[in-house]
DNA sequence: ATGCATGTTCAAGCGCACTTGAAGTCAAGG
DNA sequence: CCTTGACTTCAAGTGCGCTTGAACATGCAT
């Protein structure tokens, strides 16, 4: 256990299949350490990363755009309270927009 | 033109390619009366029934969860504005939801 | 009357976001 | 030693939301 999770405990945590995990890894949205055998190890961190994630997707950004949100986090590569109100807020903004386009 | 309009004109209007409406159509999200010709003919409230539906989709629901949306309106099969308050408000209410799961 | 745009149906194809299956590796327990 | 189970890669498959192509009909201008 340590301070690192391998993939079904972060799966477990997540609530995000195992075989997703490694396609956003492969997308470059999560990043993972390897053990001798070639196991996955992952940071505690990566659990807010992945919440992130499935709330932007929920929301109806793609992948594509999450990877950008993603990179505009700066140092800290784990997203905060903040980033996700920025996100909310630039989303709810969009509505509103489209509302008054009506 | 009168009070009725072609695929291409509502495809125009809309922004939505004529082939995305045939699908909404098959999805059973818009209808069409049809010319001698076996043309689709539409009646001008479409256009909002469609802004409707690509707006909802913006936000992230499925082409069903919209079926559902629409069904839940009542005599008029027109959204009007307090239609798209309730689905954005519904739908800001989840996001606060889930920050507050964080 | 001859084009050419615009419309029709139906079947197949595509991009995205994964999932599933096959075949294999490795660590720990009986 | 040998099985069990959690992991690995890679290729192919799936569901959604359309798009594209083929083959054909119709409507309007020259």
Redesign the interface.
């Given at each position: 256990m340590a301070n690192s999770l391998t993939i079904g405990e972060v799966a477990n945590r997540s609530g995000v299949a195992a075989s997703a995990l490694r396609f956003y890894e492969v997308r470059g949205l999560i990043r993972s350490a390897r053990t001798a055998a070639g196991h996955r190890v992952y940071e505690r961190s990566v659990i807010?990363r992945i919440?992130f994630i499935v709330?932007a997707?929920?929301?109806?950004l793609t992948l594509g755009e999450i990877e950008e949100e993603l990179a505009k986090l700066p140092e800290n590569r784990v997203p905060r309270?903040t980033d996700?109100?920025r996100l909310?807020a630039s989303?709810?903004a969009?509505?509103d927009d489209?509302?008054a386009?009506?």
């Open positions: 807010r919440a709330f997707q929920r929301v109806g309270r996700w109100a909310s989303w709810t969009r509505i489209r509302i386009e009506l």
